[in-house]
């Protein structure tokens, strides 16, 4: 399958391909990625009922509200990021 730019989002600084009708996370886990940053507690995010229910695959599309990666459609163009980063990790700390 040759991928195009048109078929690939960001996680990061990392571009993921993905294929026409996949979820986030299954491009994710395709392309080796493991870990989606810190969440709530501090727990680690991840991949893990696959239908929702555990919010734990939990991730940042273009700067917004979370969704959760393994029932969103991946779409050209997205930037994903942790929910969570260290920086806003940072500015809670003090509060």
Known sequence: ???????????????IPF???ETIAAAL??????????TVGG???RFF???GTCQACLVSVNGASPVEACLTP???GMRLSPVFSDESRC?????
């Not at 500015?91 to 509060?95: L, V």
């Open 43 to 45: 727990l680690q995010g």
């Open 74 to 76: 991946a779409s050209a």
């Open 1 to 15: 399958m040759n991928l195009t730019e048109s078929q690939c989002l960001y996680w990061e600084s990392l571009v």
């Open 29 to 38: 886990c395709r392309s080796g990625v493991a870990s989606l940053g810190n």
């Open 19 to 21: 294929r026409t009708g």
């Open 91 to 95: 500015q809670g700390a003090g509060q």
């Open 49 to 51: 009922c696959g239908i």
